[in-house]
């Protein structure tokens, strides 16, 4: 079956505006969470989304923002870019969600640049 | 805070030899334990995972072991294959239902023809 799919792949702004990335889960899958990539810092846990609504979130400034729809389907914004928002942001999802064996799958992401 | 962490962030092997990639954790209530590799482009993929309750795990030419006492665990990797050669995240996470995943910084791995 189909894996999960995130678009854009890679992205271009510049600081002050807002972005909006998407996230298509595995079939079947309700669980989608978000992490960013950077290469100081690892993966870090942005939110965590089960049936439309947020069932956790990290520690990240309230710029970062996101939503699922009824179809599991998954996006995220950031608004007021600043150059420290450039990394890969990686969409997981899972059946349940991490309250199980905690295997996500992971998709290729989108690599955003803020210039 | 840390509370995952790969101290190492790169390690080189030969071909045919043993990698052994060291995780250590500062969270007492992490009770499950799971190692992603990635390669460049390309989302990270699920390894092996290991649960508190155990203190080994094999897969093939994987093999996890922690150590609750010292809240360290390891991922060896025997024979390595140059195919192997990515970055290897340790995780953990805290069994509950709206647990997440806490993930370490990687170590890129590169084994040598």
């Known amino acids: 079956k189909a894996g999960v799919t995130q678009t854009p792949r890679y992205l271009i702004k510049t600081r002050g505006q807002q972005v909006t990335l998407s996230c298509s889960p595995i079939?079947?899958?309700?669980?989608v969470s978000w992490y960013q990539q950077t290469p100081g810092q690892g993966l870090q846990f942005l939110f965590e989304?089960?049936?439309?609504?947020?069932?956790n979130k990290g520690n990240f400034p309230g710029r970062f923002s996101g939503r699922q729809f009824s179809n599991s389907r998954s996006e995220m914004n950031v608004s007021t870019l600043e150059l420290g928002d450039s990394a890969l942001y990686l969409c997981?999802?899972?059946?349940?969600?991490?309250?199980?064996?905690?295997?996500?799958?992971f998709g290729e992401g989108s690599r955003l640049t803020v210039l | 805070d840390q509370q995952v962490k790969q101290n190492s962030p790169s390690l080189s092997v030969q071909e045919g030899r043993i990698s052994i990639l060291n995780c250590d954790y500062t969270?007492?209530?992490?009770?499950?334990f799971l190692w992603y590799k990635k390669y460049p482009a390309e989302g990270p993929t699920f390894l092996i995972s290991?649960?508190?309750?155990?203190d080994k795990n094999e897969d093939g030419r994987f093999t996890v072991f922690l150590n609750k006492s010292a809240k360290h665990l390891s991922l060896h990797i025997v024979p390595s294959q140059p195919g192997d050669s990515a970055v290897y995240f340790c995780?953990?996470?805290?069994?509950?239902?709206?647990?997440?995943?806490?993930f370490g910084k990687g170590i890129t791995l590169s084994v040598r023809p």
């Open positions: 969270n007492s209530m992490f009770d499950y």
């Open positions: 290991i649960s508190s309750i155990k």
């Open positions: 079939s079947g899958h309700r669980s």
């Open positions: 995780a953990a996470r805290v069994t509950g239902a709206n647990s997440k995943l806490t």
């Open positions: 989304y089960f049936s439309e609504t947020q069932r």
């Open positions: 997981a999802s899972s059946w349940t969600g991490t309250a199980t064996t905690g295997e996500l799958f």
